[in-house]
């Protein structure tokens, strides 16, 4: 017969097994997926296929900054793939070389690479910011203010795709100043990687040294005690959504460059794969929290996992199927944990 004192052991240790579980239940599974592809595929581990997984990773990663402030708001972004398409389709159509026969824009000339950057970022920028406006002035759930905006801008896109001097056809033969930019390595470290890491540090110092930033986390915390306190909410949610947007316009812009080509179905289901690996790196839908690392982690686990299973030669099928699963678990832990906390 156990006595009052090991029974309360025994539920005291059931119960730290229970937290731990609900805290990384979805790492302990990841890590499993990750043992299975280094088991099957022992030449998973090299310097090539970690540049590789690197390299895959840093377009994600920077989108993944943009919708996880709007996930630390309590919010999601269904827009962000088709808004990351039409930022490839405005840079690609005007960084084509000048001898290409099927010019989007035959008489353009040679343009400094800044410029679509720019006019990129601030189309995206506004069109992101019109989310947030809808969300903050209107109270209208992120999850359908994005969700009008993907089917709004994909129209968009759609028009100014087909208006080119060639018709809609995907858009390519871009010039080398802007691939070489993009692709490549700088000191034996891809490029991409290195744009990579340059966002970190700024998302990390907006999210952590500045006013901004506290104000994220305050009103994805509480709002009314963040409006209480003196925080303009209406302002932050816009701000956030805008930055978002101009990460997806830098998303875009490198994306383009990376694949070679751009389209009106470029960035197609881009959404779902940011906000899964924010989920997975402890970005919480409870809203107020959320950290640089935790992204990025996520990130990286995903990617290992899509180029892993890609390495085995997975059927794409299967792997959606994987992605999903991992995605309602790492959704459902949260949940628990955020119940846990209440």
Known sequence: MKT????????????????????????????LIIGVIVVNEPRFI???????????SSVRLILAFGVAGIIILQGTDLSLGRLVGFAAVISGSML?????????????PALPLIVPLVIACVVIGLLSGVNGWVVAKFKIHPFLATLGMMITAY????????????GPQPIGGFDTRYTQAVVGTF???????????????????????????????AVGG?????????????????????????????????????????NNGTGFGYELDAIAACVVGGISFSGGIGKVSGAIAGVLMFTIISYGMTFMGLDQYYQYIIKGVIIVVAV????????KKV
């Open 4 to 31: 009052p004192v090991i029974s309360r052991l025994f539920t005291v240790r059931s119960q730290n097994w229970k937290d731990f579980l609900i805290n990384n239940g979805i790492y302990i599974v990841i890590a």
């Open 46 to 56: 090299s310097i090539p296929v970690f540049r590789n997984i690197l390299t895959q």
């Open 96 to 108: 084509q070389r000048a001898d290409y026969a099927s010019r989007f824009y035959p008489d353009l």
């Open 155 to 166: 129209g968009i896109l759609s028009i100014y795709f087909a208006s080119g001097a060639p």
């Open 187 to 217: 000191l034996g470290i891809p490029k991409l990687v290195i744009y990579a890491a340059l966002t970190s540090v700024v998302v990390w110092i907006l999210w952590n040294k500045t006013t901004f930033g506290k104000n994220l986390f």
């Open 222 to 262: 509480n709002p009314e005690a963040a409006e209480v306190s003196g925080v303009n909410v209406t302002r932050t949610i816009i701000m956030v959504y805008v930055f978002a947007g101009i990460l997806y316009g830098i998303g875009g812009f490198l994306e383009a460059a990376r694949i070679g080509s751009a």
């Open 332 to 339: 459902a832990l949260d949940n628990k944990k955020y119940l």
